[in-house]
């Protein structure tokens, strides 16, 4: 069972929107630390934006003042806000987390950073396309 389920690609003129979800499955903890990444053919994965414990956010410079994240009080669903999108953004968007046992565990170990080291589980992606 994949722990993690993204939902809301697709294909969409460059300007256009998307937003994507990522809802947690068949996992029992009482938070989640919670990021988008994406993957472009031929290229590293990357981090695109995170929530960490006290809430702030963090974003990939190419996407800063485009793209939204958005989760409640370490839930676990998380949502992706695309707007303006350009070409470059064509890619496949994973939801990944990590879990913690207590919020004030989350609070206090959820760093909100846009590495992938630190996410022990992933969603298996959804792919957005963008057309010039």
């Known amino acids: 069972q994949v722990p993690l389920v993204e939902s809301g690609g697709g294909s969409v003129q460059a300007g256009g929107s998307l937003r994507l979800s990522c809802a947690v499955s068949?996992?029992?903890?009482?938070?989640?630390?919670m990021a988008w990444f994406r993957q472009a053919p031929g290229r590293e994965r990357e981090g695109v934006a995170a929530?960490?414990?006290?809430?702030?956010?963090s974003y990939a410079d190419s996407v800063k003042g485009r793209f939204t994240i958005s989760q409640e009080n370490g839930d676990g669903i998380v949502y992706l806000q695309m707007n303006s999108l350009k070409p470059d953004d064509t890619a496949m968007y994973y939801c990944?987390?990590?879990?913690?046992?207590?919020?004030?565990?989350?609070?206090?170990?959820?760093?909100?950073?846009?590495?992938?080291?630190?996410?022990?589980?992933w969603g298996q992606g959804t792919q957005v396309t963008v057309s010039p």
């Open positions: 068949g996992l029992t903890y009482s938070s989640y630390c």
């Open positions: 990944a987390a990590d879990a913690y046992i207590s919020f004030s565990a989350y609070r206090r170990g959820c760093s909100g950073g846009l590495s992938s080291s630190n996410r022990r589980y």
């Open positions: 929530v960490a414990g006290d809430g702030t956010t």
